[in-house]
């Protein structure tokens, strides 16, 4: 019973930690293609761990990330918060069937995904401010999506492929 406790201290622990390291990714100045390709880290990391660990990491992260996230960025208050929720929400429903692949073919399933929280931060900042200028604003994707697979490929080498 007490190691159990333990264990889930420790799961609270790292997701939290990843998170902030994630926020702290967010910072990096990046110009140009990588600015705009540069992924959305708290997004992944937060789908990553509402992935293998959902009653732990859910939608109130996702709200509380998300906030947090819009008060880094100075957009719309909101509009991260809006679309980590509706992907956390996303990902429970497909979560058994993500937890079958593999990690190339979990990052192919989570574009879409992916896509779905990016559109709705879109959607939600067009609806605020204005509409955005091109289709830049959804490279991210592709970012998001290989970092997916990069992060899932590399802790399931670490941890095999048992749960985390």
């Not at 990096?28 to 761990?49: H, Q």
């Not at 490279?139 to 670490?158: C, K, Q």
């Amino acid at each position: 019973m007490i190691a159990s406790v333990q264990q889930r201290e420790d799961g609270v622990r790292r997701a939290l930690a990843s998170i902030v390291f994630a926020f702290l990714l967010h910072q990096l100045p990046l110009a140009g293609w990588a600015l705009a390709v540069r992924p959305d880290f708290v997004a992944v990391a937060l789908l990553f761990w509402a992935l293998h660990r959902p009653a732990r990491v859910g939608m109130g992260w996702a709200f509380a990330a998300g906030l947090l996230s819009d008060f880094q960025d100075g957009v719309v208050f909101g509009q991260h918060a809006a679309a980590y929720v509706i992907g956390v929400y996303a990902l429970n429903h497909f979560r058994l069937r993500l937890l079958q692949f593999d990690p190339l073919r979990q990052a192919g399933q989570m574009a879409p995904l992916l896509l779905g929280v990016q559109l709705v931060a879109l959607v939600v900042g067009w609806l605020a401010v204005g509409a955005p200028q091109g289709f830049a604003i959804l490279l991210p994707v592709i970012g998001n999506t290989l970092l997916w697979w990069g992060v899932a490929a590399l802790l399931r080498a670490m941890h095999g492929a048992r749960r985390l």
